[in-house]
Nanobody, 121 residues
Framework: QVQLAESGGGLVQPGGSLTLSCAAS????????MRWYRQAPGKERELAAHISRFGGTTNYADSVKVRCTISRDNTKNTVNLQMNSLETEDKAVYYCVAARIRRSIWYDDYWGQGTQVTVSS
């Protein structure tokens, strides 16, 4: 049974930091790129960060670039998103996603249930 279990969300003050973690099970973790999406209230879901199968390539949305770092540990089947200098606009539900590319198209195959991040003073 595939499972992506996010943790680490919560309430943080503006300017603070937070690290989200995702524990994967039920599939071959290293066969998948991993992503963090986020969805803020009233906004479309946004691909925040992407990391390749072995961590050699990372990509970030402009909205989080510089402030966030995605990393993975294929020995532990985990992926993290470290977020610094958090802003109120970062308030969202953050989703961990396992993705694969097939015939040049990325597919988001597996989704976690999400973890809430709230940035407020």
């Amino acid at each position: 049974q595939v499972q992506l279990a996010e943790s680490g969300g919560g309430l943080v003050q503006p300017g603070g930091s937070l690290t989200l973690s995702c524990a994967a099970s039920g599939f071959t973790f290293s066969n998948y790129a991993m992503r963090w999406y986020r969805q803020a209230p009233g906004k479309e879901r946004e691909l925040a960060a992407h990391i390749s199968r072995f961590g050699g390539t990372t990509n970030y949305a402009d909205s989080v670039k510089v402030r966030c770092t995605i990393s993975r540990d294929n020995t532990k089947n985990t992926v993290n998103l470290q977020m610094n200098s958090l802003e109120t606009e970062d308030k969202a539900v953050y989703y961990c996603v396992a993705a694969r590319i097939r015939r040049s198209i990325w597919y988001d195959d597996y989704w976690g249930q999400g973890t809430q991040v709230t940035v407020s003073s």
